[in-house]
T-cell receptor
Framework: AQKVTQAQTEISVVEKEDVTLDCVYETRDTTYYLFWYKQPPSGELVFLIRRNSFDEQNEISGRYSWNFQKSTSSFNFTITASQVVDSAVYFCALSEAMDSSYKLIFGSGTRLLVRP | GAGVSQSPSNKVTEKGKDVELRCDPISGHTALYWYRQSLGQGLEFLIYFQGNSAPDKSGLPSDRFSAERTGGSVSTLTIQRTQQEDSAVYLC?????????????FGPGTRLLVL
């Protein structure tokens, strides 16, 4: 069955530190998509990135980078030089191609607190 | 353009009453999803609409929950005879097409409290 695990419930760092949020997934499908969303205190889920199972290239967007490794079924997210505005709950999610509704299966989220 | 909007933002109701939650997807988006976010269960899928039809209702927790979508746009999630365990944030999302890997964009949610 499909499953997403975010083992880190809460992480606290001091501003300017680098931080990595872990995501491990399980799926039987060979074609799938992985997502990261940010949920700031306002509550709205903000899309950050989408990655398909055939593209293992790492991606960098400003201070954000993502490391996708099929061999370990992981899709980790690193924030470099963290800032207070990065404080939020971050969710990793999986969508399978064989699921006709393409619904998102979410991990339990990691709460990141960046202290000044 | 405008994002996904939901109303009301907050709803407090008494146990046993019916509630209706509304979602306006991004204009032109054909796929619409309802999710629920609660402390105990995390973020869980409820129902998926493709146009006006709902081919996947597998996440609805009981027959007290129903949803409809009209005109391929606005959707309403109805909870009948609310229970305290229905207290949660109900999130709506839409995507441009019903296609694998399509990104879902979320609304701000409706926070429901059942007393």
């Amino acid at each position: 069955a499909q499953k997403v695990t975010q083992a880190q419930t809460e992480i606290s760092v001091v501003e300017k530190e680098d931080v990595t949020l872990d995501c491990v997934y399980e799926t039987r499908d060979t074609t799938y998509y992985l997502f990261w969303y940010k949920q700031p205190p306002s509550g709205e889920l903000v899309f950050l990135i989408r990655r398909n199972s055939f593209d293992e290239q790492n991606e960098i967007s400003g201070r954000y980078s993502w490391n996708f490794q099929k061999s370990t079924s992981s899709f980790n997210f690193t924030i470099t030089a963290s800032q207070v505005v990065d404080s939020a709950v971050y969710f990793c999610a999986l969508s399978e191609a064989m699921d006709s509704s393409y619904k998102l299966i979410f991990g339990s989220g990691t709460r990141l607190l960046v202290r000044p | 353009g405008a994002g996904v909007s939901q109303s009301p933002s907050n709803k407090v109701t008494e146990k046993g009453k019916d509630v209706e939650l509304r979602c306006d997807p991004i204009s032109g988006h054909t796929a619409l999803y309802w999710y629920r976010q609660s402390l105990g269960q995390g973020l869980e899928f409820l129902i998926y609409f493709q146009g006006n039809s709902a081919p996947d209702k597998s996440g609805l927790p009981s027959d007290r929950f129903s949803a409809e979508r009209t005109g391929g746009s606005v959707s309403t999630l109805t909870i009948q005879r609310t229970q305290q365990e229905d207290s949660a944030v109900y999130l709506c999302a839409s995507s441009l097409a019903s296609r694998k890997g399509e990104t879902q964009y979320f609304g701000p949610g409706t926070r429901l409290l059942v007393l």
